[in-house]
């Protein structure tokens, strides 16, 4: 029920009393109602939206006396004036002490003071049913946000789901090679995907990329990443060209899909084959950062190419070029997100670079070495996404 501002409930026994104030309060377009049996007030407090009440006050009445202490506890925010035949100074100072807002003399040989505290008060009264209502309105949308929050992070923690198990396995063995993914999400869902395809028995095709921004709509173009990544691979596979299949141009088809899609993301990428039979890597960069780390002959150091290939999805004239790295048999090769820069304390790309390369060297290349090191587990949270992949030989893993 909305108040109404100008409700003014008047409790009086004396009925020439009750008539005077009524007809005064409603010429003054004030809504007053009158009840005649005084017992009857309460429940028309609890039924009824009053703004103020006017009470005839006889203190020698016990019954009075304690209808006036209920009505004062039960509706405390309700403003009550007490009219009564007033004999001293400690019996107004009682009635204030008990919760009563105001206190006049009867007879009321003149309305003016009365009409000055009554307009005062309907008009704090009138606020607190305002902010009151305010409060039930905010509440209502605090109880909804709170049951849409609570869908959202259902949905949220099924879609992480869904994205891991698109994921491959965080460990398994591909071809004599051994694979081995982390990923820890700044929400939810995450803006990296990390997935590899194996082509036949000497060949796998990787990649880790990193999509901008967070949440949801970035979970969702990497799996739509998948989903083109796969096409592709299998369509080359099927052709005539003997399985054929250029990282360069796998990336520049998928840069060329993303375009199309007109989605306003975009992604970095980094995207490599595996030729076991060769020992021969084969890999593109699309603007991704940090290049991987591979580590052979007891040195750790980056693989060349960084800023030779823009980010998908921004371009259409993006140029992509395949690089080759010999491979060693205990080659052990490590691709991350830019996410893991934000863990490390130095504050230049270059001293941050050089110093996840000395802890990956430090580890032996283990990426759960990595992970111990930098006690990226224990972090409650992360700024950014961040995820790993290790590639290395099976007799080194």
């Avoid at 990226?376 to 290790?390: G, T």
Wanted: hydrophobic fraction near 40%; glycine fraction near 6%.
């Amino acid at each position: 029920m909305e108040p109404d501002v100008s409700q003014i409930l008047i409790v009086a026994s004396d009925l020439d009393l009750k008539h005077k104030i009524t007809k005064h309060y409603a010429a003054r377009n004030f809504h007053a109602t009158a009840i005649n049996d005084p017992l009857h007030a309460l429940d028309y407090l609890t039924n009824a939206v009053v703004n103020l009440v006017l009470f005839q006050y006889h203190p020698k009445d016990p019954t009075l006396t304690a209808l006036l202490q209920d009505m004062l506890e039960k509706c405390a925010e309700v403003p009550l004036i007490v009219l009564t035949h007033i004999d001293s100074v400690g019996s107004i100072i009682n009635m204030l002490r008990l919760g009563v807002t105001d206190v006049f003399d009867l007879p009321l040989d003149s309305m003016y003071e009365l009409d000055q505290s009554v307009v005062r008060h309907v008009k704090k009264s009138a606020l607190f049913y305002e902010n009151l209502q305010y409060r039930q309105e905010l509440e209502v949308v605090h109880r909804q946000v709170n049951k849409n929050l609570a869908e959202l992070q259902q949905d949220q923690i099924a879609g992480r789901l869904i994205q891991q198990r698109m994921m491959p396995p965080e460990e398994c063995s591909i071809n004599g090679l051994s694979m081995n993914r982390y990923m820890k999400s700044s929400l939810y869902l995450s803006g990296d995907f990390v997935d590899h395809i194996r082509l036949d028995e000497d060949r796998v095709l990787f990649y880790l990329a990193d999509v901008s921004g967070h949440g949801a709509s970035s979970a969702f173009l990497s799996v739509l990443l998948k989903n083109i990544t796969n096409r592709l691979a299998r369509e080359c596979l099927e052709s005539d060209d003997k399985g054929i299949i250029s990282p360069a141009t796998v990336v520049a088809q998928i840069n060329s899909e993303l375009l199309d899609f007109d989605i306003d993301k975009h992604m970095t990428v980094f995207m490599g084959m595996l030729d076991r039979g060769n020992h021969m890597l084969t890999y593109c960069v699309g603007g991704h950062l940090p290049m991987p780390l591979l580590s052979q002959n007891d040195q750790v150091e980056y693989l060349l190419g960084l800023g030779s290939g823009l980010p998908l999805g921004l371009f259409d004239d993006a140029q992509y070029t395949d690089l080759t790295e010999q491979l060693e048999e205990d080659f052990k090769l490590l691709l991350s997100s830019d996410g893991i820069f934000e863990i490390l304390p130095s504050d230049q790309l270059a001293d941050k670079e050089e110093q996840l390369r000395k802890v990956l060297q430090q580890c032996g290349s283990r990426l759960d070495g990595l992970v111990d090191a930098l006690d990226i587990d224990n972090l409650d949270a992360v700024p950014d996404d961040i995820a790993l992949l290790s590639i290395c030989g099976e007799a080194h893993a």
